[in-house]
């Protein structure tokens, strides 16, 4: 079953603006991981919060994560037509051995 | 840079076809691991390897096999290719255990016809 589900799973927002993505998942996690995906390439790490992290930023980044409610947010400030990707966030789960990807949210960042 | 390079960006096979997919890391990573993606259900893991000559299943193994015998080579095999084997296969790559930040290879489309 999937344990990371991100939400929405297709984002349209204007040059600027910020965009908020959404991620839940089911089980205890070690730590928890936003991936970004360019059209038909591979996966590039963004950043890395672990569980007991409650937020973190790099760069126009900002991550959010609530153990309580088992959920992470992805915040890209004054995003860039260049932002355009999927975004996907992955668990590393307690025993430290598996990352499980939730199906991803498509962004599209309109000029 | 760590690179992650996979032997084909599109691969176009016909069905019962023994297909291979080669992946090479350049960074010593002992981790290695093969995923599938397709629309709506993300990336789904189907082998991994923390060492030279070691593999364990991942969530969806059935009709695939691995190898390992260097440690920064990984290759998934179709042993009898099948068109619900089309897909998107991402490579991807760590150091020790899994608690890292995975590099990830390019990805090969492949088409079973």
């Known amino acids: 079953s999937q344990q990371g589900e991100e939400d929405p799973q297709a984002l349209s927002i204007q040059e600027g603006e910020n965009a908020t993505m959404n991620c839940s998942y089911k089980?205890?996690?070690?730590?928890l991981q936003w991936y970004r995906q360019n059209s038909g390439r591979g996966l590039v790490h963004l950043i890395l919060i672990r569980s007991n992290e409650r937020e973190k930023h790099s760069g126009r980044l900002r991550v959010t994560l609530d153990t309580s409610k088992k959920s992470s947010s992805l915040l890209i400030t004054a995003s860039r037509a260049a932002d355009t990707a999927s975004y996907f966030c992955a668990t590393l789960d307690n025993y430290g051995q598996n990352f499980v990807f939730g199906p991803g949210t498509r962004l599209s960042v309109l000029p | 840079d760590v690179k992650v390079t996979q032997s084909s960006r599109y691969l176009v096979k016909r069905t019962g076809e023994k297909v291979f997919l080669e992946c090479v890391q350049d960074m010593d990573h002992e981790n290695m691991f093969w995923y599938r993606q397709d629309p709506g259900l993300g990336l789904r893991l189907i082998y991994f390897s923390y060492d030279v000559k070691m593999k364990e299943k991942g969530d969806i193994p059935e009709g695939y096999s691995v190898s390992r015998e260097k440690k920064e080579r990984f290759s998934l095999i179709l042993e009898s290719a099948s068109t619900n084997q089309t897909s998107m296969y991402l490579c991807?790559?760590?150091?020790?255990?899994?608690?890292?930040?995975?590099?990830f290879g390019p990805g090969t489309r492949l088409t079973v016809t």
């Open positions: 991807a790559s760590t150091f020790e255990g899994a608690v890292d930040e995975q590099y």
């Open positions: 089980t205890s996690i070690n730590n």
